[in-house]
């Protein structure tokens, strides 16, 4: 069964601090891996995706890493803001042809960032 | 260019009540895909429709139903409404499809609740 988990589910750090979230995930054929912002009653907004063949992607102070051999993901804030304050989404990709690729989320974390 | 609109943001109702929700995805994306997103189990894939098919569909209910149009509205509905169907529910457009590499654009969901 395809599982996506992630740690922390919450986490609460002062501002300008940096921090790590994680997922692991169960899933196969591994097609590729996104993370996900949402802020509060709005619908989640992607920060990157990437495929088997990447290891590391940035947005900004976003960067995300992935090792397709441990089936691990993270995803490292740095110099975290106020508006960093929201849930992260893991959601890997399943399958090897387009259209029968099937998505499994993970629940994921609740970031608050405090002043 | 506008993002994903979704009507009403928010709605109550009784249960045994059926309920229509909107969604209207961004110019030239043929692809919309629905979810219900409850604090306990994250984002739930309902379905999935491309050119006015439905492509794929998640492990749902009968009571779950949709529909996509020529210019690539779609509608989801809703009957025979049960407490736990309380949720957000998003409405995401892609150029492709929900199960492919492309990248998914969420609308900011219509809040659900059933009395």
């Known amino acids: 069964k395809n599982q996506v988990e992630q740690s922390p589910q919450s986490l609460i750090i002062l501002e300008g601090k940096n921090c790590t979230l994680q997922?692991?995930?169960?899933?196969?054929?591994?097609?590729?891996l996104r993370w996900y912002k949402q802020d509060t009653g709005r619908g989640p907004v992607s920060l990157t995706i990437?495929?088997?063949?990447?290891n590391t992607k940035s947005n900004g102070r976003y960067t995300a890493t992935l090792d397709a051999d441990t089936k691990q993901s993270s995803l490292h804030i740095t110099a975290s803001q106020l508006s960093d304050s929201a849930s992260y989404i893991c959601v890997v990709s399943a399958g090897t042809n387009f259209g029968n690729e099937k998505l499994t989320f993970g629940t994921g974390t609740r970031l608050t960032i405090i002043p | 260019k506008a993002g994903v609109t979704q009507t009403p943001r928010y709605l109550i109702k009784t249960r045994g009540q059926q309920v229509t929700l909107s969604c209207s995805p961004i110019?030239?994306?043929?692809?919309v895909s629905w979810y219900q997103q409850t604090p306990g189990q994250g984002l739930q894939f309902l379905f999935e429709?491309?050119?006015?098919?439905?492509?794929n569909k998640g492990n749902f209910p009968g009571r779950f139903s949709g529909r996509q149009f020529s210019n690539s509205r779609s509608e989801m509905n809703v009957s025979t409404l049960e407490l736990g169907d309380s949720a957000l529910y998003l409405c995401?457009?892609?150029?492709?499809?929900?199960?492919?590499?492309?990248?998914?654009?969420f609308g900011p969901g219509t809040r659900l609740t059933v009395l």
């Open positions: 429709y491309f050119s006015e098919t439905q492509r």
């Open positions: 110019s030239g994306h043929r692809s």
């Open positions: 990437m495929t088997f063949s990447e």
């Open positions: 995401a457009s892609s150029s492709a499809g929900a199960r492919s590499y492309n990248e998914q654009f």
């Open positions: 997922c692991n995930y169960t899933v196969s054929p591994f097609s590729n």
